[in-house]
């Protein structure tokens, strides 16, 4: 953290603030010395953060003690929402604008001369999670928290994110994100719940004393895992819940055994070993000991949690029948699967349960939630190394699997291949996704389309054999977040002229929709969102040095780098529009400002190739007097929550172009939507249900449909005849082939153009390439109508209520976990 000083002459003098902001600075100051152990003179940035996080903190936690109290004295059932990933971006603002705090602590910092941005900037984003999957579980968090339900968050306490992105001369070069390496004040340790975790060793057959066979896990390697609270208060309200994360510590007693045989360097060696199952959040999985880390990773989180959850459960009720009627586990996509065979092995091994009674506890217990349609993204397990790391587990899931094949078998005699369609375990892997079908009472997916996918292709065969059991939950977004505290020009405008209903329920936008006839409020619109450009220019500068226009239009694609998201459409129209400004003066083109910004996996090489790619079109366009007028191409690197945050307000232009029937839902098109930004998208995810809220006449929407390109590869794709029979797209791949970007290397970019045009293009670029070129030609002229743009910008944030996270999580409330809040 930087380390400022103030030498203001009203740092001591307190006489103009309130009572309750002189208590607050009390208090601040209190926890600086007391915690700290510093003096609160001279105030500083960084002591000042820490003071202020720990005032906020004992807040919270004596609402959530409250909160917890109120939760057992009702008998509730809880909702306990499983998630390899959780990002929650910075703490600080959002809790002080929740609790209603923030102009009080605005006016307290500078009454001892400091500055609440610069304090807000000393908080790193906590590296929990990688992109949309963290997002949204944090969004919901926030919802239960809103809503007042008795739900929590598990996950694990990773000490270092996925990576902080540097670009090094044009490449992306992961380094260590060391998010707590100076501790993190919003985190509460609670050492006295600590699980043992075990690993390896060997299941065994014992007869009981009554003579029934029983089995044992025996002989196994153990972790202790240490819960870590973050608490997350909802807006406005004494409701505070928390996510609990686990932390891997070394099991002391094995520790102390190594030691007293004399190998000290063997137990330290172990110790360090133990504690890399929550060092780092996806661990690189090319590697067999990758893929076992992430394993281990797994099993390690839901087997800490469903200890707790047995713990919370048995305070109160003697009986496992009532479980289900007392808890609900969100499964929040495939990692967390393996919960279903270790809670099987808790009835079954550990608490006597019968067989058909634990699984039917079991099955009304969980729910999942499927966020993928990509056939690599569907976790599949090798059954030896499961039965290595787990060995009863394989056993479980073995057992499950040969029930189920009985099942279907009854229903289907006359069809044997309904068993490799559905069975759990195939040629030796583990169908994970499979598993949670069957494990569970519900299934939903994330979109219409998603879940129609899911229904007729992806699981259809499951749909079939339940058909009750799939149900679509659109993804939602937290307005708090993402209005209120990114954007806080645009939310103080909204609450002026339609009032604060909207913060508390989203489809309060929709009286926006009359004030696109407002002269005066379409004015206020554009000078905000000019305003927001401004200031998002400004933090370009300072961590790109380049200099952005602010009258250019802000065209903006920010998201995880992968293929099917569609980034290396987006640079072939940065190329089209640097070969037509080098090949015309025309000065009507409308001058724009394309950014990027996005993690590529570190073992993606050709997401990251295309990162280069990206970067070095944009050395030559922005070094390029004839070109940089009117075109600049911006790369952000580490993109993460709090970028975010600045980014989105600044959007005049959304690029939500995966190709049709890849992604699932996304939810970042609904950020962008919500702050006004006008998206060009394919019919894909939620931009088809985002279209049907905002209008077709207000979004641009362009390529082929999750059917056609079904169509088209059935009848056989030819990405090179889309090339070509269309002479600029020919020139544009010709151009990135010929080494014009890359003149040192000129065969730099050939993978890319390989893949293209030899190996069947398959997210179907080319073959969307003109349809996005002649969108792309729509926003421009759009564009060079003000009047016109504004009232769709408005018009967009008028129709978003829908997609608010507080109703999706109220859907999951009544269809699935049959709470009431």
Not at 370 to 377: K, R, S
Not at 770 to 783: L, M
Request: hydrophobic share 35%; charged share 25%.
């Amino acid at each position: 953290m930087k380390t400022s000083h103030s030498s203001s002459p009203s740092q001591h003098q307190e006489g103009h603030l309130s009572a309750t902001d002189t208590d607050l600075l009390l208090d601040i100051q209190r926890h600086v010395m007391t915690y700290l152990g510093n003096d609160y003179i001279p105030p500083r940035t960084d002591t000042y953060y820490y003071g202020i996080a720990l005032s906020l903190r004992d807040k919270l936690i004596h609402q959530w003690l409250k909160a917890q109290r109120k939760f057992y004295e009702k008998d509730v059932k809880r909702v306990y929402y499983l998630s390899m990933e959780f990002l929650p971006g910075r703490f600080l603002k959002n809790t002080l604008i929740k609790l209603n705090l923030l102009e009080e602590c605005r006016k307290t910092v500078e009454s001892v001369g400091l500055n609440m941005n610069d304090i807000e900037e000393q908080e790193w984003d906590p590296g929990l999670g990688n992109g949309g999957l963290g997002r949204l579980a944090s969004c919901y968090m926030d919802s239960m928290a809103f809503l007042g339900l008795p739900a929590y968050g598990y996950g694990i306490r990773y000490e270092y994110g996925i990576f902080y992105q540097d670009i090094v001369q044009g490449y992306q070069i992961e380094r260590c994100d060391n998010w707590v390496r100076t501790g993190t004040p919003w985190e509460i340790k609670r050492r006295g719940y600590l699980y043992m975790v075990r690993f390896y060793g060997r299941s065994e057959t014992y007869t009981d004393t009554d003579g029934n066979i029983r089995y044992r896990w025996v002989d196994t390697e153990n972790v202790m895992a240490m819960a870590c609270d973050f608490l997350v208060p909802g807006y406005g309200k004494d409701n505070v819940t928390n996510m609990r994360l686990w932390a891997a510590v070394s099991s002391r007693e094995f520790e102390l055994q190594e030691f007293n045989e004399g190998d000290y360097i063997g137990a330290v060696e172990h110790k360090v070993e133990t504690e890399n199952i929550s060092r780092v959040l996806y661990p690189r999985d090319e590697k067999a000991s990758g893929k076992e880390l992430r394993l281990k990773q797994q099993y390690f989180f839901v087997a800490a949690t469903f200890q707790d959850i047995i713990r919370r459960f048995k305070k109160t009720k003697a009986s496992f029948n009532d479980f289900p009627d007392n808890v609900v586990v969100q499964l929040n996509d495939t990692h967390p699967t393996i919960s279903i065979p270790e809670f099987m092995r808790l009835l079954v091994d550990e608490e006597d349960v019968p067989w058909e009674t634990a699984w039917n506890i079991c099955t009304r217990t969980f729910a999942y939630t499927n966020h993928t349609v990509l056939p690599e993204a569907l976790e599949m397990w090798s059954a030896d190394l499961l039965g290595r790391l787990l060995p009863r587990h394989m056993e479980i899931i073995y057992e499950i699997d040969r029930r189920f094949q009985q099942k279907i078998r009854k229903k289907y005699p006359d069809d044997p291949e309904k068993i490799d369609q559905m069975a759990i375990i195939q040629n030796g892997w583990v169908r994970m996704a499979h598993l949670a079908v069957i494990g569970s009472h519900k299934v939903n997916g994330v979109s219409m389309l998603h879940t129609d996918i899911l229904k007729n292709k992806i699981f259809k065969a499951f749909h079939d054999f339940y058909p009750d059991r799939f149900i679509n939950i659109t993804n939602g977004i937290t307005p708090r977040r993402w209005l209120l505290q990114s954007n806080p020009l645009l939310s103080g405008l909204i609450t002026d002229t339609i009032g604060d209903g909207w913060i508390n329920d989203l489809n309060e936008l929709s009286k926006l929709s009359v004030m696109t006839e407002h002269q005066d409020f379409c004015r206020a619109w554009r000078r905000i969102k000019n305003h927001n450009k401004t200031l998002f220019a400004s933090y370009v500068l300072r961590k790109t040095g380049l200099t952005i226009n602010t009258k250019n239009l802000f065209d903006i694609q920010a998201k995880r780098i992968h293929e099917y998201k569609r980034q290396l459409l987006n640079i072939l129209h940065v190329v089209t529009m640097y070969n037509r400004i080098k090949a015309s003066s025309d000065s009507d083109i409308v001058p724009r400002t394309v950014f990027f910004a996005g993690k590529a996996a570190p073992g993606y090489y050709l997401a990251k190739l295309i990162i280069k790619l990206i970067t070095s079109v944009a050395d030559v366009v922005n070094n390029d007097p004839d070109v940089n007028t009117r075109l600049q191409v911006v790369f952000l690197p580490n993109y993460c929550v709090s970028q975010a945050e600045k980014l989105i307000p600044a959007a005049d232009l959304s690029e939500q172009i995966s190709t049709a029937g890849m992604e699932a839902s996304g939810t970042g098109n609904m950020k962008f939507a919500l702050n006004g930004a006008l998206t060009i998208g394919t019919l894909d995810g939620a931009n088809i249900e985002i279209m049907e809220e905002v209008g077709k006449e207000n979004i641009f929407i362009f390529g082929l449909t999750a059917d056609e390109i079904d169509k088209l590869k059935h009848n056989g794709y030819d990405p090179c005849s889309w090339y070509n029979n269309d002479p600029e797209l020919k020139s544009v791949i010709d151009l990135i082939r010929s080494g014009h970007f890359s003149p040192n290397q000129p065969d730099l970019f050939s993978p890319i153009v390989t893949d293209l045009l030899d190996n069947g293009d398959r997210y179907m670029v080319l073959a969307d390439y003109r349809s996005y070129i002649q969108a792309q030609e729509t926003v421009n002229q759009i564009y060079q109508n003000e009047t016109q743009w504004t009232h769709r910008s408005i018009l967009n944030t008028a129709g978003m209520g829908k997609f608010s996270s507080d109703r999706a999580v109220q859907e999951y409330a009544s269809k699935i976990w049959k709470i009431s809040w």
